[in-house]
Protein backbone atom coordinates (compact mmCIF):
# COMPACT_ATOMS: atom_id res chain seq x y z
CA UNK A 1 0.00 0.00 0.00
CA UNK A 2 1.47 3.44 -0.71
CA UNK A 3 0.87 6.28 1.19
CA UNK A 4 -1.43 7.98 -0.69
CA UNK A 5 -3.44 4.88 -0.35
CA UNK A 6 -2.97 4.98 3.34
CA UNK A 7 -3.98 8.45 4.13
CA UNK A 8 -6.73 7.72 2.21
CA UNK A 9 -7.41 4.45 3.92
CA UNK A 10 -7.02 6.45 7.41
CA UNK A 11 -9.64 9.70 6.01
CA UNK A 12 -12.03 7.27 5.42
CA UNK A 13 -11.63 5.53 8.63
CA UNK A 14 -12.07 8.79 10.17
CA UNK A 15 -15.27 9.79 8.32
CA UNK A 16 -17.04 6.71 9.21
CA UNK A 17 -15.82 6.40 12.82
CA UNK A 18 -17.72 9.97 13.27
CA UNK A 19 -19.98 9.37 15.75
CA UNK A 20 -23.09 10.94 13.95
CA UNK A 21 -22.69 8.35 11.36
CA UNK A 22 -22.37 5.45 13.46
CA UNK A 23 -25.04 6.64 15.72
CA UNK A 24 -26.97 6.47 12.00
CA UNK A 25 -25.54 3.23 10.92
CA UNK A 26 -26.70 1.46 13.99
CA UNK A 27 -30.36 2.69 13.98
CA UNK A 28 -30.67 1.46 10.09
CA UNK A 29 -29.17 -1.40 10.45
CA UNK A 30 -31.51 -1.97 14.43
CA UNK A 31 -34.21 -0.34 12.25
CA UNK A 32 -33.96 -3.63 9.45
CA UNK A 33 -33.94 -6.37 12.08
CA UNK A 34 -37.07 -4.70 13.81
CA UNK A 35 -39.04 -4.14 10.96
CA UNK A 36 -38.11 -7.65 9.76
CA UNK A 37 -39.80 -9.08 13.15
CA UNK A 38 -43.06 -6.77 13.25
CA UNK A 39 -44.05 -6.88 9.40
CA UNK A 40 -45.29 -10.87 10.05
CA UNK A 41 -47.65 -8.98 12.74
CA UNK A 42 -48.46 -5.69 10.43
CA UNK A 43 -47.56 -3.56 13.48
CA UNK A 44 -44.60 -0.85 13.26
CA UNK A 45 -41.87 -0.36 16.12
CA UNK A 46 -43.69 3.26 16.73
CA UNK A 47 -46.75 1.05 17.06
CA UNK A 48 -45.15 -1.58 19.40
CA UNK A 49 -44.00 0.88 21.20
CA UNK A 50 -47.22 2.38 21.72
CA UNK A 51 -49.12 -0.21 21.99
CA UNK A 52 -46.42 -1.73 24.78
CA UNK A 53 -46.68 1.50 26.90
CA UNK A 54 -50.04 1.19 26.86
CA UNK A 55 -50.22 -1.70 28.12
CA UNK A 56 -48.03 -0.36 31.08
CA UNK A 57 -51.07 1.93 32.28
CA UNK A 58 -54.06 1.54 33.21
CA UNK A 59 -55.68 2.77 30.37
CA UNK A 60 -53.58 6.40 30.08
CA UNK A 61 -54.19 9.45 28.04
CA UNK A 62 -52.66 10.20 24.49
CA UNK A 63 -50.50 12.76 26.57
CA UNK A 64 -49.39 10.73 29.08
CA UNK A 65 -48.11 8.21 26.17
CA UNK A 66 -46.38 11.22 24.38
CA UNK A 67 -44.60 11.48 27.58
CA UNK A 68 -44.12 8.17 27.79
CA UNK A 69 -42.81 7.52 24.75
CA UNK A 70 -40.91 10.71 23.11
CA UNK A 71 -43.45 10.50 20.30
CA UNK A 72 -44.88 13.65 19.08
CA UNK A 73 -48.71 14.12 19.82
CA UNK A 74 -50.01 14.79 16.23
CA UNK A 75 -47.57 11.02 15.32
CA UNK A 76 -48.93 9.49 18.14
CA UNK A 77 -52.63 10.40 17.66
CA UNK A 78 -51.89 8.81 14.01
CA UNK A 79 -50.35 5.66 15.59
CA UNK A 80 -53.54 5.12 18.02
CA UNK A 81 -55.78 5.68 15.42
CA UNK A 82 -53.68 2.68 13.61
CA UNK A 83 -53.55 0.27 16.46
CA UNK A 84 -57.73 1.35 16.80
CA UNK A 85 -58.76 0.12 13.54
CA UNK A 86 -56.13 -2.95 13.78
CA UNK A 87 -58.13 -3.49 16.82
CA UNK A 88 -55.24 -3.67 19.33
CA UNK A 89 -56.49 -0.69 21.29
CA UNK A 90 -59.69 1.22 22.29
CA UNK A 91 -59.81 4.58 22.19
CA UNK A 92 -62.60 6.68 24.47
CA UNK A 93 -63.19 9.70 26.43
CA UNK A 94 -61.99 10.27 29.56
CA UNK A 95 -64.69 11.04 32.71
CA UNK A 96 -62.38 13.76 33.96
CA UNK A 97 -61.83 15.49 30.97
CA UNK A 98 -63.79 15.13 27.90
CA UNK A 99 -60.89 16.54 25.58
CA UNK A 100 -59.22 13.84 26.85
CA UNK A 101 -59.02 10.02 25.45
CA UNK A 102 -58.04 7.22 27.28
CA UNK A 103 -56.13 3.91 25.84
CA UNK A 104 -57.50 0.49 26.66
CA UNK A 105 -54.94 -2.23 25.50
CA UNK A 106 -58.12 -4.93 23.47
CA UNK A 107 -57.53 -8.65 24.18
CA UNK A 108 -55.48 -8.97 20.82
CA UNK A 109 -53.37 -6.27 21.50
CA UNK A 110 -52.53 -8.45 24.54
CA UNK A 111 -52.05 -11.09 22.64
CA UNK A 112 -49.95 -9.76 20.09
CA UNK A 113 -47.75 -8.33 22.57
CA UNK A 114 -47.19 -11.64 24.55
CA UNK A 115 -46.39 -13.23 21.02
CA UNK A 116 -43.82 -10.83 19.78
CA UNK A 117 -42.12 -10.02 23.46
CA UNK A 118 -40.25 -13.11 23.40
CA UNK A 119 -38.97 -12.50 20.11
CA UNK A 120 -38.17 -8.79 20.80
CA UNK A 121 -36.16 -9.80 23.98
CA UNK A 122 -34.35 -12.14 21.78
CA UNK A 123 -33.85 -9.61 18.81
CA UNK A 124 -32.14 -7.00 21.72
CA UNK A 125 -30.43 -9.64 23.26
CA UNK A 126 -29.03 -10.77 19.68
CA UNK A 127 -28.00 -6.40 19.31
CA UNK A 128 -26.09 -6.48 22.51
CA UNK A 129 -23.98 -9.25 22.32
CA UNK A 130 -21.60 -7.33 21.00
CA UNK A 131 -21.21 -5.84 24.30
CA UNK A 132 -19.78 -7.44 26.65
CA UNK A 133 -22.37 -8.47 29.55
CA UNK A 134 -21.02 -6.60 32.82
CA UNK A 135 -20.96 -3.02 30.42
CA UNK A 136 -24.40 -3.80 29.09
CA UNK A 137 -26.58 -2.08 31.85
CA UNK A 138 -24.39 0.97 31.95
CA UNK A 139 -24.20 0.59 28.04
CA UNK A 140 -28.15 1.42 27.99
CA UNK A 141 -27.79 3.75 30.19
CA UNK A 142 -25.50 6.06 28.39
CA UNK A 143 -28.19 6.05 25.62
CA UNK A 144 -31.04 6.89 27.80
CA UNK A 145 -28.22 9.88 28.46
CA UNK A 146 -27.80 10.96 25.11
CA UNK A 147 -31.64 10.18 24.11
CA UNK A 148 -32.74 12.67 26.95
CA UNK A 149 -29.89 14.84 26.31
CA UNK A 150 -30.92 15.37 22.69
CA UNK A 151 -34.37 15.79 23.65
CA UNK A 152 -33.51 18.13 26.52
CA UNK A 153 -31.56 20.91 23.22
Not at 39 to 58: M, N, W
Not at 92 to 100: F, M, P
Amino acid sequence: MNTQEKTNSSDATELTNQLFHLLHRAGQGGDEWVLSLFREADLTPRQFTVLTAAQARTEPSQAALVADTGIDRSTLADIVGRLVSKGLVERHRTQRDARAYAIAVTDKGHETISNLAPRVATMEHQILAVVPEDQRETFILNLEAIVENMVEA
